[in-house]
């Protein structure tokens, strides 16, 4: 699932009008981000022909860039650089000039003067259609922060960046990925914007019911790794978490531990990992679910054995999709390379767009953007040697959105 919210009714719960959804025109934008700055892809209505603009912030490390869906223009760019540190830059032009953060996310610090330092933003989410303006950020190690002036500033957001329980479950900065643990997947139900779900590596999948003063630990069902408490949020790895578009009562999780699957008001994940071949197993990073069948979603697992090389199992890398809910699964690799690609795909970098039939792309950590125009059946290469790519999204800018 892309960052897209799905647009509200054009007017408030209050009956006030609200402005119109911006014009959408048939250009595709695929954003890249990579270990070495960021690309966009322009692409054509046929997602045929794709005009490459980049680098941007070349040498910096680009965590995530999204498209504001509820504008159309506005980018954000999540960057770790080495002059600056860790910081957010914005551009209302796709790409030609950009803007940092006057004030980027940075944990609140203690009387003492000691406290944690945000090492880079992981992750951004667009609030709710009904809050222009408005995006959310998840760091490492694991912070909530929100912005209410496009990105400009940002505030800690709730308490879990601070409580005592939340931080034994997040563990310490020698904890989690290589990269060290994040706040991760933040999700906001588009039918209620006080609904929010969180996931940390490592510390579990949270809900919060009331726009974040408390979130509750949402890991019934969830496996761990062997010899650890189950029942403590601390040892859950969840790697994404994704809500179903078509249907927000359902979500679907790649986990440390398996696929799993949630159908609310329930609090039972169920694992329809299980069903993957034996052979190739159901580890992985990124999920992307169907924009407009809640049954359809796709995987790409990895090697997941013993001492996690993190590559395509076998060297032969491909696409899993579930048509069913996770009943039964389909190996998609034409197109792919059939041996010796020992590369993977970070959770972040694989999605889909909203056309008919559905587009994917992935990239992947040895620098190549691939992508498919039916829904998996088949896959092309867009670009090669790119930097280890860390993040793709895909949207349609307004029609009149420069760049």
Known sequence: MSTNVPEAPLSTPGGMPKPAPPARGERLLVLVATRKGAWLFHGDRRREAWRIDGPHFLGHII???????????????????GHLGPTIFSSTDLGRSWKEAARP???AKSPDGSGRAVDHTFWLTPCHADEPGVWYAGTSPQGLFRSED???????FSAINEDPQYRRWMGTVQDGTPDGPK??????????PAHLYIAMSGGGVHESLDRGKGFAPLVQGLEVVEGFDVSDPTFHDPHCVRLCPSNPDRLYQQNHCGIYRLDRPGVQWVRIGARMPERVGDVGFPLVVH???ADTLWVFPMDGQTVWPRTSPDGRPAAYVTRDGGESWQRLAKGLPQSQAWWTVKRQAMTADARDPIGLYLGTTSGELWMSRDEGAEWSCIARHLPEIYAVEVAEPAEDAEG
């Open 63 to 81: 965590h995530h860039l999204v498209l504001d869906p509820r504008d159309g223009r506005t980018l954000l760019a999540a960057a770790k650089t």
């Open 105 to 107: 996310p940075a944990f």
């Open 150 to 156: 496009g990105g400009d500033t940002w505030r800690p």
């Open 183 to 192: 706040l991760h997947s933040v999700i906001v139900d588009p039918r209620d």
């Open 291 to 293: 924009p407009r069948d």
